[in-house]
Nanobody, 114 residues
Framework: QVQLVESGGGSVQPGGSLRLSCAGS????????MRWYRQGPGKERESVAY????????NYADSVKGRFTISRDNAKKTVYLQMNNLKPEDTAVYYC???????WGSGTQVTVSS
C-alpha cells in the first residue's frame, strides 16, 4: 500500500536549521508531484511547499519563501524540506503529501523555541 514516512523533525533554537525527509513506497514516486504541509497548534493545516515530478518546478508559501527549500531524489523515492532561519511561528507538525495518490504521511514535529 501507499506509504509516506517523514523524519528529521526535532527541537531547535530560532535561527537554526532542520532538514526533513519523506520516504515514499507503494506507488510510482517519480510520477507524483509532492507537497509539504504543516499544522501549528490551534491552526489549520497549510501548504508549505510544492515540487513537480522532475523537481524542475517548485513553489512556496509566502511565509517560508527564501528560508525553506524543497527538493527530491526520485532514485531514493524521497522528498526533502531544508528549513533555514527557523522562527517560533514555524513550530508545527510537518506532513508530506503525494498528489498522485492523495496520501498523507503521519507527520514529524518541529519545535522552534529559545
Amino acid at each position: 500500500q501507499v506509504q509516506l514516512v517523514e523524519s528529521g523533525g526535532g527541537s531547535v533554537q530560532p535561527g537554526g536549521s532542520l532538514r526533513l525527509s519523506c520516504a515514499g513506497s507503494g506507488f510510482t514516486f517519480s510520477q507524483s508531484g509532492m507537497r509539504w504541509y504543516r499544522q501549528g497548534p490551534g491552526k489549520e493545516r497549510e501548504s508549505v511547499a510544492y515540487i513537480s515530478t522532475s523537481g524542475s518546478i517548485t513553489n512556496y508559501a509566502d511565509s517560508v519563501k527564501g528560508r525553506f527549500t524543497i527538493s527530491r531524489d526520485n532514485a531514493k523515492k524521497t522528498v526533502y524540506l531544508q528549513m533555514n532561519n527557523l522562527k517560533p511561528e514555524d513550530t508545527a507538525v510537518y506532513y508530506c503529501y503525494t498528489i498522485d495518490t492523495k496520501t498523507w504521511g503521519s507527520g514529524t514535529q518541529v519545535t522552534v523555541s529559545s
